[in-house]
């Protein structure tokens, strides 16, 4: 059974930072595009970064770039997702998520984890 497990949200200040962490099982992933996103209240899911795993490449939204950064573990199965000079407008729920092809949208992504709460405070 293939699972992606988000862990290390919690409450921080703003300016503080956060590493998020996804642990990917019950399949290899090499070759594959992981990704991050996050849903703030009220609003819609949106793109944060992505990272193709035999590769490195990396893809960020715009407001992350150069605050967040995505690196994998493979040896451990994990994506990371670093997270500095977190603002409040960061709060969120954020996902990791898995696609065997290049994405275009999110529906095109195969797995999706439950979910990590990331909440920063002023």
């Known amino acids: 059974q293939v699972q992606l497990v988000e862990s290390g949200g919690g409450l921080v200040q703003t300016g503080g930072s956060l590493r998020l962490s996804c642990a990917a099982s019950g399949r290899t992933f090499f070759g594959w595009y992981m990704a991050w996103f996050r849903q703030a209240p009220g609003k819609e899911r949106e793109f944060v970064g992505r990272i193709k795993w035999n590769s490195g490449i990396t893809n960020y939204a715009d407001a992350m770039r150069g605050r967040f950064t995505i690196t994998t573990s493979y040896a451990n199965n994990t994506v990371f997702l670093q997270m500095n000079s977190l603002e409040p407008e960061d709060t969120a729920i954020y996902y990791c998520?898995?696609?065997?092809?290049?994405?275009?949208?999110?529906?095109?992504?195969?797995?999706w984890g439950q979910g990590t709460q990331v909440t920063v405070s002023s």
């Open positions: 998520a898995a696609a065997n092809q290049f994405p275009v949208s999110q529906s095109e992504y195969n797995y």
